[in-house]
């Protein structure tokens, strides 16, 4: 126990470092920021899914001490919550004689719906927790939106009326959500991949590596 509790504290502290990076405000902080996920699916993959459940504890609590409950949040409903899922539900398998080794493996299809359900939720709850109704969901994307298109005015590029910029902010808040939860499963799903990956390997993946062609549609 001694070591998955150090194996998912570094693994926590990785990725909470992933996240906090984004602060920093670089260039190169946001694919970083993408790869958070990742440590805690190795720990899950390649040691136990308790490592990535301590991980994810780890990673929460200091991203919560270092910045705010909101960053907490969102980190275990978007990025480490989702992560612990994948790896978890990756190992699971049942007897079935007529499987590889007798078992068989929780499937790739499944694998890719849990990660569009996962990011589903994660994304309408990253919404309530930012607005609590649609009326104020477009309001806070219309905002941002006057104040992108007044940033883009003072340096010099082209201006936008006030309807079409209302018009252009309806369509990104209908469209954001959609998009957010796209960008949130395909993600999970290639850090999950590099994960396993990494744990094959590095020869402990508990299972065997499963064949990507049987991917169906749910």
Same mark, same amino acid.
Do not use: N
């Given at each position: 126990?001694?070591?998955?509790?150090?194996?998912?504290?570094?693994?926590?502290?990785?990725?909470?470092?992933?996240?906090?990076?984004?602060?920093?405000?670089?260039?190169?902080?946001?694919?970083?920021?993408?790869?958070?996920?990742?440590?805690?699916?190795? =720990?899950?993959?390649?040691?136990?899914?308790? #490592?990535? @459940? &301590? +991980?994810? /504890?780890?990673? $929460?609590? *200091? !991203?919560?001490? =270092?910045?705010?409950?909101?960053?907490?949040? #969102?980190? @275990? &409903? +978007?990025? /480490?919550?989702? $992560?612990? *899922? !994948?790896?978890? =539900?990756?190992?699971?398998?049942?007897?079935? #004689?007529?499987?590889? +080794?007798?078992?068989?493996?929780?499937?790739?299809?499944?694998?890719?719906?849990?990660?569009?359900?996962?990011?589903?939720?994660?994304?309408?709850?990253?919404?309530?927790?930012?607005?609590?109704?649609?009326?104020?969901?477009?309001?806070?994307?219309?905002?941002?939106?006057?104040?992108?298109?007044?940033?883009?005015?003072?340096?010099?590029?082209?201006?936008?009326?006030?309807?079409?910029?209302?018009?252009?902010?309806?369509?990104?808040?209908?469209?954001?959500?959609?998009?957010?939860?796209?960008?949130?499963?395909?993600?999970?799903?290639?850090?999950?991949?590099?994960?396993?990956?990494?744990?094959?390997?590095?020869?402990?993946?508990?299972?065997?590596?499963?064949?990507?062609?049987?991917?169906?549609?749910?």
């Amino acid at each position: 126990m001694g070591q998955l509790l150090l194996i998912g504290i570094a693994a926590g502290a990785a990725s909470a470092l992933l996240v906090a990076g984004v602060a920093a405000g670089t260039v190169l902080a946001v694919p970083l920021f993408y790869l958070a996920p990742l440590p805690i699916m190795v =720990a899950g993959l390649a040691f136990s899914h308790w #490592a990535a @459940l &301590i +991980g994810l /504890g780890a990673a $929460a609590i *200091a !991203l919560g001490i =270092a910045f705010s409950t909101t960053f907490l949040t #969102a980190y @275990l &409903i +978007g990025i /480490g919550g989702p $992560a612990w *899922a !994948l790896a978890y =539900a990756a190992l699971l398998a049942r007897e079935d #004689a007529a499987g590889r +080794g007798g078992l068989v493996w929780f499937s790739v299809t499944g694998l890719v719906f849990l990660s569009g359900v996962l990011a589903t939720v994660g994304t309408v709850l990253g919404l309530l927790s930012v607005a609590g109704d649609h009326e104020t969901y477009q309001a806070a994307v219309a905002t941002a939106f006057e104040a992108f298109v007044q940033v883009q005015k003072d340096a010099g590029g082209p201006g936008m009326s006030a309807a079409d910029a209302a018009d252009m902010a309806g369509l990104v808040g209908t469209i954001l959500p959609a998009l957010a939860a796209v960008l949130s499963m395909v993600t999970q799903l290639i850090c999950l991949y590099l994960a396993g990956r990494a744990a094959m390997i590095s020869g402990r993946l508990a299972r065997p590596w499963p064949d990507l062609t049987s991917l169906r549609l749910p």
